[in-house]
């Protein structure tokens, strides 16, 4: 099953300084090899500031947008992985190690696999 890991932190890379941002690279690069290794990487990616952001919203046909996510929260989304696990509990022990998880924290989601969402999506 997969399983949608979204790392969420105080700071992301463009906030820290370079030194520090240097080393959690380097800590990304490692996990991020052991998973392709493990056979669990299906995907992931680093998501820029939420100032560069823009939130979308359609009213009675209209659509309006507005600068950021802007939420009344220090942390913010910072990136994610997408994994191959055999079940949440084994999701949840690949989670622990992503970097991310022990300065702020990691959600994760299942990825909808039943036959309606595959058949609308045109993945079934």
Known sequence: MKYLCLICAEKV???MPKTEAD???EEYRAFTDSIRASGHFVDCNRLL???A???IRVRKGKISSTDGP???TKEQFGGYYVIEARDLNEAIQIAAKIPGAS???VEIRPVANDPQTLDVLGLG
């Open 13 to 15: 890379m463009e906030q």
């Open 23 to 25: 080393q959690q690279y």
């Open 49 to 51: 500031p939420p100032s």
């Open 53 to 55: 952001a823009i939130t």
């Open 70 to 72: 802007f939420a009344e």
């Open 103 to 105: 300065r702020g924290c």
